[in-house]
């Protein structure tokens, strides 16, 4: 009850879309599927704070109309969930998508583990854990998901260091913003393939950013000053690419 979003204002509205996610530090994006506000606040900033895009959902059918309707780069799942629970939105997941999953469960449940990697989960975590395991097993997770056995990718002169975030060229450091890293990692995760403006923009920006899209064209300038003019190539009114 009380006002509409519509009657506070006009930036009611980008305000009720917004959530803790760095200004600078945004690479891979992530989906948080947990029901517990306070585990889910402190997964989300700790996420934020190592870089990543958070969404958030506090309930199973939730969580799986975002993960089916977005490409996330892994998802992190609560199983015990209101409306559906961790295995049937890993069921129902698995149908359509490849995106990995990391499930959260509780320290006496060997059972539900088993269930939910059987279910299609690709990694657990036994609550409570450090944050920092949280972070570290997903990197891992994404670099084997796009079939990345290190966390170190190089495309000619250029080698970056996913773990670290770092970028050289000819073994020199090259410094880049939080964004135009997360571009370059993204593009190299998927090196010799198109990836759509769409994806680029969903991947680096999360769903509560309202930069305008055409902002990914100032970074990949930006890196292409920094690595080279010919390091990105522009797939136009699609996309970008990085080759081999
Ligand atoms: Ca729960």
Redesign the pocket.
């Known amino acids: 009850p009380g006002l509409s979003r519509l009657d506070q204002g006009p930036s009611a509205f980008a305000t009720w879309r917004r959530f803790t996610v760095p200004t600078g530090e945004i690479a891979l994006r992530i989906l948080v599927v ?3 506000p306070d585990l889910l606040q402190a997964l989300v900033r700790s996420l934020a704070e190592e870089g990543y895009a958070a969404d958030r959902a506090t309930d199973g059918a939730d969580g799986l109309f975002k993960a089916t309707a977005w490409d996330y780069d892994a998802i992190v799942l ?4 209101p409306n559906l629970d961790g295995w049937e939105f890993l069921r129902r997941l698995r149908l359509v998508k490849k995106t990995p999953v990391l499930i959260l469960t509780a320290r006496d449940s060997v059972a539900d583990r088993i269930r939910g990697l059987d279910s299609g989960a690709d990694d657990y975590l036994v609550k409570p854990f450090a944050l920092g395991e949280l972070t570290a097993r997903l990197r891992a997770l994404i670099r084997r998901s796009v079939g990345q056995a290190t966390p170190t990718i190089e495309i000619g002169d250029i080698v970056i260091d996913t773990a670290r975030k770092i970028v050289t060229r000819d073994g020199e450091p090259v410094i880049l913003t939080g964004r135009e890293y997360a571009l370059v990692e993204l593009l190299a995760h998927h090196q010799g393939s198109l990836v759509t403006r769409s994806v680029i923009y969903d991947s680096l920006f999360g769903e509560d950013d309202d930069t305008l899209s055409n902002v990914v064209e100032v970074h990949v300038s930006n890196i292409r000053k920094k690595l080279g003019k010919d390091f990105v190539i522009t797939r136009r009114g699609m996309g970008y690419q990085i080759d081999g």
Not at 78 to 81: A, G, I, K, S, Y
């Open positions: 947990e029901d517990e609560d199983l015990m969930l």
